[in-house]
């Protein structure tokens, strides 16, 4: 029987805890085949939601800062809904 072997991650560029689930949301960057880098975003133990290869280490992360804001920003909107609170361009 062969096993398939679940590559390490280079560096977790963050974490999130999701509040209503309590899952863990991460962000990391594992090797790619040739040069490039795969950034990884996905649940904990999960298959990837969303990846994209990208030519280095310093433009992947510039794309998991990225993501993060995105992700904070929705949680705010997501916040401010349950408080009643409406945001502010």
Not at 23 to 41: G, K, M, Q, Y
Not at 50 to 58: E, G, K, N, V, Y
Request: charged content about 20%.
């Amino acid at each position: 029987m062969t096993h398939l072997r679940t590559p390490e991650a280079v560096e977790i560029c963050w974490r999130v805890i999701e509040g209503s689930t309590t899952r863990i949301l991460t962000c990391a960057i594992f090797a790619a085949s040739d040069e490039s880098v795969e950034l990884r975003v996905g649940y904990f133990g999960g298959l990837p939601l969303h990846s994209q290869t990208m030519r280095d280490i310093a433009s992947a992360r510039a794309l998991a800062q990225h993501w993060r804001d995105a992700v904070r920003a929705i949680e705010l909107r997501h916040d401010l809904q349950l408080s009643g609170l409406q945001p502010t361009n």
